[in-house]
C-alpha cells in the first residue's frame, strides 16, 4: 500500500470532522461562505485550501476542539507546503453525491472566499474559480491547457521571485566564488554534495544521499532535523532558514553552490531556544495576556524560532509569531531579526500593543479563545507538539 500523502492526510482529518458533525456539503458551504463543490474536493484531498482562513471556518463549523484546529492547521501547512510535489490525479467523473450538491445547486450563493492573513499581517492571493468539468476528448485538451497555463504561470512567479533555476544556481554560484570554477577544480573536491553524484542543486522533492548529506551538515549545525534522505517541507524550512542566518542570497531553500560551501566551511549555528524557554518569555513579555500569547504563537509555529511557512502569494511568514513580510517591513525587521526569537516575541507585543489585542492573529484567537461554558483555567495549555519543522 503506497504511503498517504500530506495532502490526503489533511483531507482524513477534515473529513473526520465533517462526518462527525453530521453536516451535508451544502451545510458546510452555506456556514463557512465556501462553495459546496470546493467542500467535497477538500474532503476528498483532491485539493488543498488556498489559505488557512477557509480552513479554520470549515473546522469551527464542525465543531472542532481546539486539539483538532492545532492538528488541523499542522497538517494544511504541511499540505499546502507540499502541493505542487504530489502527482496531479485525473478529475473525477460523474455526479457528486446526491445529498452533497454543490452550493450553486443548493440555491446559494457562490460567493467569493475573502483573503486572509497567513500570519501576522500576511498577504493574501486571490483565488480563482476553478473551470467546469469537461469530458473526453475536449476535456483532456482543456485539462492539458489549464495544466500548460498553471505551468506558465508558476514560471512567471518564481520568475519574479527570481526563483527559477537558472537565475538560482547562477545567484548561489556567484556568492560561492565557485559558479565560473573549472572542472579540474570541480574534480578535486571529494566533498559529497561538490562530487558528480549530486546534481547542481539540491532541492524539494528529492530523495536520495545527496539530501541526507544535506540534512547531515543541518543537524551538525544545531538544526533540528530529521536525517532520512527525504527533501521535504522540514528540510526546505531548514535550508531557508540557514541560507538566512548564513546570509545567503536570495534564501530560496534550493541548495545551489553558496549554499553547498556554507554547509562545509561556514561557522553560522541553528541552535535556537527550546520550546520551554519561548513559553517562559513569551509569559515575560505578554504580561496582560500570558496564556493566550504562548498559545497563539503555538499555533502559528508550533514555538518553533525558525518555522518559516510560505504563502501562496509568494510573500512568506517568520518565525514564532509568523510575521509576514509586509509587517517585517513595517516593523523596521528583516528575516534574519525575526529568527530571533527575543526580537520576534517583542515584535509580536509590538504589533499586539496597537490595540491591545491579537487580531494580527485573528485564526488562532479564534481558535483558543473560551467557549461560555468553559472558565479560563479550563483552556488547553501550550505544549510541546513534536513537531520539528518543514
Known sequence: MSECTESERFAAC????????????AALAAKTGTSGSSVHRYCLGTSVPQDYGTVHRLAVACGAAPEELRTLHRLWALADAARDQEPTEPE???PEPADEPSAQEAGLPEPVAPGVEQGAGGETAEVPREPSRVSGAMGRSRRRMRVGMAVGMAVLVLGGMAWTLPSLTSADDKAGGRGEGTGDQRKEDDRLLFTSACREVV?????????????????AKGAVIGVDGDFGPQTLRRVTAFQVIAGIEPPNGVVGDATKG??????ARMDTWSQDKVRRRIREVFTEAPDRAVAIADCQSFLDPLHILPNTNGTRNWGLFQISDARLKDLGGTPRKALDPEWNILAAKRLWSRDEDFHDWSHCDRA??????????ALPSA????FAGR
Open 383 to 386: 505544549k510541546p507538539s513534536g
Open 92 to 94: 473525477r467523473q460523474g
Open 262 to 267: 556554507a554547509l562545509y566551511e561556514s561557522g
Open 14 to 25: 477534515l473529513r473526520s470532522l465533517k462526518e462527525r458533525s453530521g453536516l451535508s456539503y
Open 203 to 219: 532541492a524539494m522533492g528529492q530523495h536520495d544521499a545527496c539530501v541526507r548529506e544535506v540534512q547531515r551538515l543541518l543537524d
Open 368 to 377: 483558543f479563545s473560551p467557549s461560555p461554558s468553559v472558565s479560563p483555567s
